[in-house]
Protein backbone atom coordinates (compact mmCIF):
# COMPACT_ATOMS: atom_id res chain seq x y z
CA UNK A 1 0.00 0.00 0.00
CA UNK A 2 1.66 3.19 -0.80
CA UNK A 3 -0.87 5.83 0.11
CA UNK A 4 -2.99 5.66 3.12
CA UNK A 5 -6.44 6.20 2.06
CA UNK A 6 -7.92 8.50 4.56
CA UNK A 7 -10.93 11.35 4.56
CA UNK A 8 -9.99 14.92 5.68
CA UNK A 9 -12.49 17.36 7.39
CA UNK A 10 -11.97 21.01 5.44
CA UNK A 11 -14.36 22.81 6.52
CA UNK A 12 -13.43 26.52 7.58
CA UNK A 13 -9.95 25.16 6.69
CA UNK A 14 -7.49 27.18 4.84
CA UNK A 15 -6.06 25.34 1.62
CA UNK A 16 -4.05 26.75 -0.84
CA UNK A 17 -4.53 25.74 -4.45
CA UNK A 18 -1.10 27.11 -6.73
CA UNK A 19 -2.33 27.26 -10.44
CA UNK A 20 -5.12 29.33 -12.34
CA UNK A 21 -5.75 26.57 -15.72
CA UNK A 22 -8.24 24.11 -16.04
CA UNK A 23 -6.79 21.17 -14.09
CA UNK A 24 -6.43 23.62 -10.81
CA UNK A 25 -10.53 24.54 -12.09
CA UNK A 26 -11.21 20.68 -11.60
CA UNK A 27 -9.34 20.42 -7.97
CA UNK A 28 -11.24 23.79 -6.71
CA UNK A 29 -14.47 22.55 -7.20
CA UNK A 30 -13.50 19.50 -5.58
CA UNK A 31 -12.24 21.18 -2.25
CA UNK A 32 -15.27 23.89 -2.59
CA UNK A 33 -17.80 21.24 -1.83
CA UNK A 34 -15.43 19.92 0.38
CA UNK A 35 -16.12 23.35 2.25
CA UNK A 36 -12.58 24.12 2.23
CA UNK A 37 -11.11 28.42 2.88
CA UNK A 38 -9.95 28.45 -0.43
CA UNK A 39 -7.13 30.51 -1.93
CA UNK A 40 -6.10 30.54 -5.41
CA UNK A 41 -2.46 32.02 -6.72
CA UNK A 42 -1.07 31.74 -10.18
CA UNK A 43 0.32 34.46 -12.68
CA UNK A 44 -2.85 33.70 -14.72
CA UNK A 45 -5.99 32.42 -13.25
CA UNK A 46 -9.13 31.14 -16.14
CA UNK A 47 -12.79 33.16 -15.64
CA UNK A 48 -14.54 30.42 -14.89
CA UNK A 49 -12.04 29.92 -11.55
CA UNK A 50 -12.26 33.54 -10.48
CA UNK A 51 -16.46 33.06 -10.81
CA UNK A 52 -15.97 30.28 -9.09
CA UNK A 53 -14.42 31.75 -6.14
CA UNK A 54 -16.57 34.87 -5.91
CA UNK A 55 -14.61 36.38 -3.84
CA UNK A 56 -11.96 38.85 -5.58
CA UNK A 57 -9.17 38.43 -2.70
CA UNK A 58 -9.37 34.87 -2.90
CA UNK A 59 -7.59 35.13 -6.27
CA UNK A 60 -3.67 36.12 -5.76
CA UNK A 61 -3.11 36.90 -9.60
CA UNK A 62 1.27 37.02 -9.22
CA UNK A 63 3.92 34.61 -8.73
CA UNK A 64 4.01 31.62 -5.60
CA UNK A 65 5.87 32.85 -2.26
CA UNK A 66 6.96 31.26 -0.01
CA UNK A 67 4.73 32.82 2.61
CA UNK A 68 1.50 31.63 0.94
CA UNK A 69 1.96 28.75 2.96
CA UNK A 70 1.54 30.61 6.25
CA UNK A 71 -1.74 29.27 7.77
CA UNK A 72 -2.35 26.64 5.49
CA UNK A 73 -3.66 22.64 6.13
CA UNK A 74 -3.37 21.64 2.88
CA UNK A 75 -1.87 22.53 -0.64
CA UNK A 76 -1.90 21.65 -4.68
CA UNK A 77 0.26 23.21 -7.14
CA UNK A 78 -1.67 22.30 -10.80
CA UNK A 79 0.71 24.56 -12.58
CA UNK A 80 2.96 23.78 -16.19
CA UNK A 81 5.81 25.03 -14.55
CA UNK A 82 7.53 22.31 -13.50
CA UNK A 83 10.04 24.50 -11.46
CA UNK A 84 7.05 25.93 -9.48
CA UNK A 85 5.48 22.41 -8.89
CA UNK A 86 8.35 21.22 -7.44
CA UNK A 87 9.18 24.24 -5.30
CA UNK A 88 5.78 24.25 -4.01
CA UNK A 89 6.25 20.16 -2.86
CA UNK A 90 9.96 20.70 -1.14
CA UNK A 91 8.30 23.94 0.99
CA UNK A 92 5.25 21.92 1.86
CA UNK A 93 7.21 18.82 3.19
CA UNK A 94 9.33 20.32 5.05
CA UNK A 95 6.83 21.89 6.87
CA UNK A 96 5.25 18.55 6.71
CA UNK A 97 1.78 19.81 5.02
CA UNK A 98 -0.22 17.60 2.93
CA UNK A 99 0.43 18.47 -0.53
CA UNK A 100 -0.76 17.49 -4.17
CA UNK A 101 1.02 18.07 -7.40
CA UNK A 102 -1.37 16.71 -10.15
CA UNK A 103 -0.30 14.13 -11.70
CA UNK A 104 2.84 13.77 -10.22
CA UNK A 105 2.92 10.88 -7.68
CA UNK A 106 6.78 11.21 -6.90
CA UNK A 107 6.37 14.63 -5.19
CA UNK A 108 2.80 14.39 -3.52
CA UNK A 109 2.32 13.09 -0.21
CA UNK A 110 -1.58 12.71 -0.48
CA UNK A 111 -3.37 11.85 -4.04
CA UNK A 112 -6.94 12.73 -5.27
CA UNK A 113 -8.55 9.51 -5.69
CA UNK A 114 -11.88 9.31 -7.97
CA UNK A 115 -14.77 9.57 -5.94
CA UNK A 116 -18.24 8.65 -5.96
CA UNK A 117 -20.44 11.29 -4.23
CA UNK A 118 -23.40 10.02 -2.33
CA UNK A 119 -23.09 12.45 0.98
CA UNK A 120 -22.43 11.81 3.42
CA UNK A 121 -21.76 8.44 1.93
CA UNK A 122 -18.35 8.72 0.06
CA UNK A 123 -16.67 5.74 -2.13
CA UNK A 124 -13.05 6.62 -3.34
CA UNK A 125 -11.00 4.47 -5.86
CA UNK A 126 -7.12 4.84 -6.07
CA UNK A 127 -4.69 3.25 -8.59
CA UNK A 128 -2.05 5.45 -6.91
CA UNK A 129 -1.33 7.82 -9.36
CA UNK A 130 0.13 4.92 -11.47
CA UNK A 131 -3.38 4.69 -13.57
CA UNK A 132 -5.91 7.11 -12.92
CA UNK A 133 -8.44 6.62 -16.65
CA UNK A 134 -8.90 2.78 -14.75
CA UNK A 135 -9.62 4.66 -11.20
CA UNK A 136 -11.96 6.79 -13.30
CA UNK A 137 -13.49 3.68 -15.00
CA UNK A 138 -13.73 2.02 -11.96
CA UNK A 139 -15.32 4.98 -10.26
CA UNK A 140 -17.79 4.72 -13.00
CA UNK A 141 -19.03 1.32 -12.91
CA UNK A 142 -19.68 2.14 -9.09
CA UNK A 143 -21.70 4.95 -9.82
CA UNK A 144 -24.22 2.70 -11.51
CA UNK A 145 -24.49 0.16 -8.72
CA UNK A 146 -24.97 2.71 -6.00
CA UNK A 147 -28.28 4.31 -6.28
CA UNK A 148 -28.12 7.92 -5.56
CA UNK A 149 -30.69 7.69 -2.44
CA UNK A 150 -28.00 5.87 -0.54
CA UNK A 151 -27.09 9.08 1.19
CA UNK A 152 -30.73 9.64 2.32
CA UNK A 153 -30.16 5.70 3.65
CA UNK A 154 -26.94 6.98 5.82
CA UNK A 155 -28.25 9.88 7.47
CA UNK A 156 -31.29 7.88 8.82
CA UNK A 157 -28.58 5.37 9.86
CA UNK A 158 -26.69 8.61 11.88
CA UNK A 159 -29.55 9.93 13.55
CA UNK A 160 -30.24 6.74 14.75
CA UNK A 161 -26.71 5.43 15.63
CA UNK A 162 -26.75 6.44 19.70
CA UNK A 163 -30.57 5.43 19.54
CA UNK A 164 -29.61 1.50 18.80
CA UNK A 165 -26.29 1.72 20.93
CA UNK A 166 -28.35 2.85 23.98
CA UNK A 167 -31.17 0.07 23.46
CA UNK A 168 -28.77 -2.70 22.06
CA UNK A 169 -25.87 -3.06 24.61
CA UNK A 170 -24.34 -6.14 23.09
CA UNK A 171 -21.84 -5.47 19.58
CA UNK A 172 -23.32 -8.54 17.98
CA UNK A 173 -26.39 -7.79 18.51
CA UNK A 174 -25.88 -4.34 17.01
CA UNK A 175 -24.08 -5.22 14.15
CA UNK A 176 -26.90 -7.85 13.06
CA UNK A 177 -29.72 -5.41 13.76
CA UNK A 178 -27.78 -2.97 10.93
CA UNK A 179 -27.12 -5.74 8.48
CA UNK A 180 -30.83 -6.18 8.56
CA UNK A 181 -32.43 -2.76 8.38
CA UNK A 182 -29.56 -2.09 5.59
CA UNK A 183 -30.19 -5.41 3.73
CA UNK A 184 -34.37 -5.24 4.26
CA UNK A 185 -37.23 -3.42 4.17
CA UNK A 186 -36.09 0.09 6.05
CA UNK A 187 -33.42 0.60 3.29
CA UNK A 188 -35.92 -0.44 0.86
CA UNK A 189 -38.51 2.20 1.83
CA UNK A 190 -35.72 4.78 1.97
CA UNK A 191 -34.51 3.86 -1.57
CA UNK A 192 -38.07 4.17 -3.20
CA UNK A 193 -38.80 7.74 -1.77
CA UNK A 194 -41.19 6.39 1.12
CA UNK A 195 -38.93 8.35 4.05
CA UNK A 196 -41.58 8.58 6.72
CA UNK A 197 -42.75 5.05 6.11
CA UNK A 198 -39.10 3.45 6.97
CA UNK A 199 -38.59 5.88 10.08
CA UNK A 200 -41.89 4.21 11.52
CA UNK A 201 -40.38 0.67 10.75
CA UNK A 202 -37.13 1.46 11.91
CA UNK A 203 -38.69 2.06 15.30
CA UNK A 204 -40.67 -0.73 15.45
CA UNK A 205 -37.25 -3.35 14.20
CA UNK A 206 -35.50 -1.62 17.22
CA UNK A 207 -38.52 -2.41 19.93
CA UNK A 208 -38.45 -6.31 18.51
CA UNK A 209 -34.46 -6.37 18.30
CA UNK A 210 -34.17 -5.62 22.40
CA UNK A 211 -35.56 -8.26 23.39
CA UNK A 212 -34.46 -10.89 20.77
CA UNK A 213 -31.51 -13.24 21.69
CA UNK A 214 -29.51 -14.03 18.38
CA UNK A 215 -28.64 -17.83 17.33
CA UNK A 216 -24.63 -18.22 16.41
CA UNK A 217 -24.15 -20.35 13.39
CA UNK A 218 -20.86 -21.87 11.90
CA UNK A 219 -20.10 -21.42 7.99
CA UNK A 220 -17.72 -23.98 6.77
CA UNK A 221 -15.88 -22.24 4.03
CA UNK A 222 -13.78 -23.76 1.13
CA UNK A 223 -11.26 -21.06 0.42
CA UNK A 224 -10.18 -22.96 -3.00
CA UNK A 225 -6.79 -23.43 -3.43
CA UNK A 226 -4.93 -19.95 -3.49
CA UNK A 227 -6.40 -17.69 -6.00
CA UNK A 228 -8.99 -15.67 -4.57
CA UNK A 229 -10.63 -15.00 -8.31
CA UNK A 230 -11.55 -19.09 -7.50
CA UNK A 231 -14.01 -18.07 -4.61
CA UNK A 232 -17.32 -18.61 -4.80
CA UNK A 233 -19.92 -15.32 -4.11
CA UNK A 234 -21.71 -17.25 -1.55
CA UNK A 235 -18.22 -17.74 0.31
CA UNK A 236 -17.42 -14.44 -0.08
CA UNK A 237 -21.18 -12.64 1.50
CA UNK A 238 -20.20 -15.37 4.39
CA UNK A 239 -16.82 -14.05 5.01
CA UNK A 240 -17.79 -10.45 5.01
CA UNK A 241 -20.81 -11.47 7.21
CA UNK A 242 -18.46 -13.39 10.22
CA UNK A 243 -17.95 -11.86 13.44
CA UNK A 244 -14.59 -14.39 14.45
CA UNK A 245 -12.69 -16.93 11.56
CA UNK A 246 -10.55 -19.75 12.12
CA UNK A 247 -8.55 -20.57 9.35
CA UNK A 248 -5.94 -22.77 8.63
CA UNK A 249 -2.58 -22.46 7.10
CA UNK A 250 -3.78 -23.09 3.04
CA UNK A 251 -5.52 -19.98 3.41
CA UNK A 252 -3.51 -17.41 1.66
CA UNK A 253 -3.49 -13.93 2.54
CA UNK A 254 -5.28 -12.65 -0.14
CA UNK A 255 -8.04 -14.42 0.60
CA UNK A 256 -8.40 -13.90 4.89
CA UNK A 257 -8.20 -9.93 4.03
CA UNK A 258 -11.69 -10.16 1.93
CA UNK A 259 -13.00 -11.51 5.16
CA UNK A 260 -14.92 -8.87 7.20
CA UNK A 261 -12.02 -5.92 9.00
CA UNK A 262 -13.35 -6.24 12.52
CA UNK A 263 -13.69 -10.08 12.77
CA UNK A 264 -11.32 -11.85 14.84
CA UNK A 265 -9.34 -14.00 13.60
CA UNK A 266 -7.78 -17.26 14.83
CA UNK A 267 -4.77 -19.48 13.30
CA UNK A 268 -5.69 -22.42 13.72
CA UNK A 269 -3.43 -24.30 11.07
CA UNK A 270 -1.82 -27.68 11.26
CA UNK A 271 1.26 -28.70 9.16
CA UNK A 272 3.03 -32.09 9.14
CA UNK A 273 4.36 -32.08 12.94
CA UNK A 274 3.23 -28.85 14.10
CA UNK A 275 -0.59 -28.57 15.18
CA UNK A 276 -0.87 -25.35 16.33
CA UNK A 277 -4.02 -26.61 17.76
CA UNK A 278 -5.34 -30.65 17.73
CA UNK A 279 -8.41 -31.11 15.45
CA UNK A 280 -10.59 -31.91 18.55
CA UNK A 281 -9.92 -28.87 19.82
CA UNK A 282 -11.14 -26.76 16.60
CA UNK A 283 -14.23 -28.82 16.73
CA UNK A 284 -15.00 -28.04 20.56
CA UNK A 285 -14.20 -23.84 19.72
CA UNK A 286 -16.36 -24.16 16.53
CA UNK A 287 -18.93 -25.05 19.18
CA UNK A 288 -18.19 -22.60 21.93
CA UNK A 289 -18.08 -19.75 19.86
CA UNK A 290 -21.57 -20.23 18.14
CA UNK A 291 -23.12 -21.36 21.26
CA UNK A 292 -21.82 -17.46 22.69
CA UNK A 293 -24.27 -16.33 19.34
CA UNK A 294 -21.37 -15.66 17.20
CA UNK A 295 -21.36 -16.15 13.23
CA UNK A 296 -18.29 -18.35 12.80
CA UNK A 297 -16.74 -18.78 9.86
CA UNK A 298 -14.17 -21.82 9.58
CA UNK A 299 -12.23 -21.00 6.34
CA UNK A 300 -10.61 -23.76 4.83
CA UNK A 301 -8.28 -24.12 2.13
CA UNK A 302 -9.26 -26.34 -1.11
CA UNK A 303 -12.60 -28.01 -0.37
CA UNK A 304 -13.98 -28.58 3.11
CA UNK A 305 -15.08 -32.14 2.48
CA UNK A 306 -11.97 -33.59 0.71
CA UNK A 307 -9.29 -34.53 2.70
CA UNK A 308 -10.52 -30.91 4.22
CA UNK A 309 -11.69 -32.56 7.20
CA UNK A 310 -14.86 -30.79 7.32
CA UNK A 311 -16.83 -33.91 8.28
CA UNK A 312 -15.26 -34.31 11.66
CA UNK A 313 -16.23 -30.76 12.69
CA UNK A 314 -19.86 -30.49 11.20
CA UNK A 315 -20.84 -33.94 12.78
CA UNK A 316 -19.88 -32.35 16.40
CA UNK A 317 -21.55 -29.09 15.23
CA UNK A 318 -24.70 -31.45 14.61
CA UNK A 319 -24.68 -33.29 17.88
CA UNK A 320 -24.51 -29.52 19.62
CA UNK A 321 -27.38 -28.76 17.76
CA UNK A 322 -25.48 -25.68 16.18
CA UNK A 323 -26.97 -24.34 13.18
CA UNK A 324 -24.04 -24.55 10.13
CA UNK A 325 -23.70 -23.74 6.35
CA UNK A 326 -21.23 -25.27 3.92
CA UNK A 327 -19.75 -23.97 0.80
CA UNK A 328 -17.96 -25.99 -1.34
CA UNK A 329 -14.71 -24.63 -2.77
CA UNK A 330 -12.66 -25.22 -5.64
CA UNK A 331 -10.66 -28.63 -4.36
CA UNK A 332 -6.77 -27.94 -4.94
CA UNK A 333 -7.09 -31.34 -7.30
CA UNK A 334 -9.07 -29.69 -10.07
CA UNK A 335 -7.42 -25.79 -8.86
CA UNK A 336 -3.75 -26.69 -9.69
CA UNK A 337 -4.49 -28.90 -12.56
CA UNK A 338 -6.04 -26.39 -14.30
CA UNK A 339 -3.50 -23.73 -13.20
CA UNK A 340 -1.32 -26.45 -14.96
CA UNK A 341 -2.75 -27.12 -17.52
CA UNK A 342 -3.17 -30.77 -17.03
CA UNK A 343 -6.49 -31.94 -17.61
CA UNK A 344 -7.38 -34.91 -14.89
CA UNK A 345 -9.69 -36.66 -17.49
CA UNK A 346 -8.63 -36.78 -21.53
CA UNK A 347 -10.45 -39.50 -23.96
CA UNK A 348 -7.38 -40.18 -25.03
CA UNK A 349 -5.50 -40.73 -21.81
CA UNK A 350 -7.48 -41.17 -18.66
CA UNK A 351 -10.81 -42.21 -17.93
CA UNK A 352 -10.84 -41.86 -14.28
CA UNK A 353 -9.50 -40.13 -11.94
CA UNK A 354 -8.40 -40.49 -7.78
CA UNK A 355 -7.91 -38.50 -5.18
CA UNK A 356 -5.80 -39.99 -2.36
CA UNK A 357 -4.15 -37.88 0.14
CA UNK A 358 -0.19 -38.80 0.70
CA UNK A 359 0.18 -38.33 4.45
CA UNK A 360 -1.79 -40.35 6.58
CA UNK A 361 -3.10 -40.53 10.15
CA UNK A 362 0.05 -42.38 11.54
CA UNK A 363 3.13 -40.64 9.18
CA UNK A 364 2.92 -43.48 6.67
CA UNK A 365 1.41 -43.77 3.33
CA UNK A 366 0.20 -47.29 3.13
CA UNK A 367 -2.06 -47.08 0.17
CA UNK A 368 -3.80 -49.29 -1.85
CA UNK A 369 -1.47 -49.09 -4.77
CA UNK A 370 -2.46 -52.08 -6.60
CA UNK A 371 -5.49 -50.03 -7.26
CA UNK A 372 -2.96 -46.98 -7.73
CA UNK A 373 -1.30 -48.76 -11.14
CA UNK A 374 -4.39 -49.27 -12.92
CA UNK A 375 -4.62 -48.19 -16.52
CA UNK A 376 -6.02 -45.54 -17.79
CA UNK A 377 -6.32 -43.51 -14.55
CA UNK A 378 -5.22 -40.19 -13.05
CA UNK A 379 -3.90 -40.53 -9.29
CA UNK A 380 -3.65 -36.95 -7.57
CA UNK A 381 -1.90 -37.27 -4.41
CA UNK A 382 -2.68 -34.22 -1.95
CA UNK A 383 -0.11 -33.15 0.86
CA UNK A 384 2.58 -36.02 -0.97
CA UNK A 385 5.65 -33.45 -0.99
CA UNK A 386 7.45 -35.17 1.63
CA UNK A 387 6.59 -38.74 0.60
CA UNK A 388 7.31 -38.27 -2.81
CA UNK A 389 10.32 -40.89 -2.96
CA UNK A 390 7.81 -43.37 -1.17
CA UNK A 391 4.93 -42.70 -3.65
CA UNK A 392 7.40 -43.40 -6.52
CA UNK A 393 8.87 -46.35 -5.48
CA UNK A 394 5.93 -47.93 -4.40
CA UNK A 395 4.12 -47.06 -7.79
CA UNK A 396 6.97 -48.37 -9.44
CA UNK A 397 7.10 -51.77 -6.90
CA UNK A 398 3.51 -52.38 -7.99
CA UNK A 399 3.70 -52.19 -11.73
CA UNK A 400 3.70 -48.89 -12.38
CA UNK A 401 6.46 -47.96 -15.63
CA UNK A 402 9.58 -45.89 -14.29
CA UNK A 403 8.30 -43.87 -17.41
CA UNK A 404 5.67 -42.87 -16.08
CA UNK A 405 4.65 -38.99 -16.30
CA UNK A 406 4.28 -37.16 -12.96
CA UNK A 407 4.20 -33.67 -12.27
CA UNK A 408 4.25 -32.14 -8.63
CA UNK A 409 2.90 -28.41 -8.44
CA UNK A 410 4.19 -25.92 -6.59
CA UNK A 411 1.92 -23.29 -4.63
CA UNK A 412 -0.55 -24.20 -7.28
CA UNK A 413 -3.16 -21.02 -8.97
CA UNK A 414 -0.93 -18.67 -7.02
CA UNK A 415 1.66 -15.62 -8.21
CA UNK A 416 4.44 -18.50 -6.95
CA UNK A 417 2.82 -21.62 -8.64
CA UNK A 418 5.55 -23.75 -10.70
CA UNK A 419 5.01 -27.10 -12.24
CA UNK A 420 7.85 -29.43 -11.84
CA UNK A 421 7.57 -32.54 -14.47
CA UNK A 422 9.34 -35.63 -14.79
CA UNK A 423 8.81 -39.64 -14.33
CA UNK A 424 8.67 -41.58 -11.58
CA UNK A 425 12.22 -42.72 -11.81
CA UNK A 426 13.48 -39.26 -12.11
CA UNK A 427 11.24 -36.39 -10.46
CA UNK A 428 12.27 -37.33 -6.87
CA UNK A 429 16.05 -36.77 -7.40
CA UNK A 430 14.93 -33.33 -9.49
CA UNK A 431 12.74 -31.99 -6.77
CA UNK A 432 15.07 -32.68 -4.05
CA UNK A 433 17.60 -30.11 -6.14
CA UNK A 434 15.07 -27.35 -5.85
CA UNK A 435 13.48 -25.41 -2.93
CA UNK A 436 10.07 -26.64 -3.45
CA UNK A 437 7.68 -25.10 -0.97
CA UNK A 438 4.54 -26.31 0.49
CA UNK A 439 1.43 -26.65 -0.03
CA UNK A 440 1.86 -28.66 -3.40
CA UNK A 441 0.35 -31.56 -5.22
CA UNK A 442 1.10 -34.61 -7.15
CA UNK A 443 -0.54 -35.67 -10.31
CA UNK A 444 0.47 -39.09 -12.32
CA UNK A 445 -0.71 -40.39 -15.27
CA UNK A 446 -0.43 -40.22 -18.90
CA UNK A 447 -2.34 -37.08 -18.74
CA UNK A 448 0.87 -34.81 -17.77
CA UNK A 449 2.27 -35.44 -21.30
CA UNK A 450 -0.33 -32.26 -21.79
CA UNK A 451 1.04 -29.83 -19.84
CA UNK A 452 3.60 -28.68 -22.02
CA UNK A 453 1.17 -28.49 -24.72
CA UNK A 454 -1.51 -26.71 -22.74
CA UNK A 455 0.00 -24.88 -20.34
CA UNK A 456 -1.26 -20.86 -20.21
CA UNK A 457 0.31 -19.31 -17.38
CA UNK A 458 3.69 -18.23 -16.79
CA UNK A 459 5.16 -19.54 -13.65
CA UNK A 460 5.70 -16.64 -11.69
CA UNK A 461 4.24 -13.95 -12.69
CA UNK A 462 0.58 -14.82 -10.97
Not at 255 to 265: N, T
Not at 430 to 448: A, C, E, F, H, R
Request: one cysteine or more; proline letters at 5%; aromatic letters at 4%.
Amino acid sequence: MDFLPVFLRLQQQRVLLVGGGQVALRKARLLLRAQAELTVVATTICAELQTLLKSPHLCQVRSFQDSDLDGVVLVVAATDDQLVNRRVSALAHARKLPVNVVDQPALCSFIFPSIVDRSPLLVAVSSGGSAPVLSRLLRARLETLIPSAYGTLVQLLGRHRDLVKSKLLNTQMRMRFWEGIINGPVAELVLSGQKEKAELLFQATLNQNRFKQEQGEVYLVGAGPGDPDLLTFRALRLMQQADVVLFDRLVSPEILALVRQDAERIHVGKQRSDHTMPQEEISRLLVKLASQGKRVLRLKGGDPFIFGRGGEEISRLAEARIPFQIVPGITAASGCAAYAGIPLTHRDHAHSVRFVTGHLKDDSCNLDWPQLVQPGQTVVFYMGLVSLPQICEQLMAHGASANTPIALVEQGTTPNQRVHTGTLSTLPALVSSKNVQPPTLIIVGDVVKLHEQLRWREEGQG
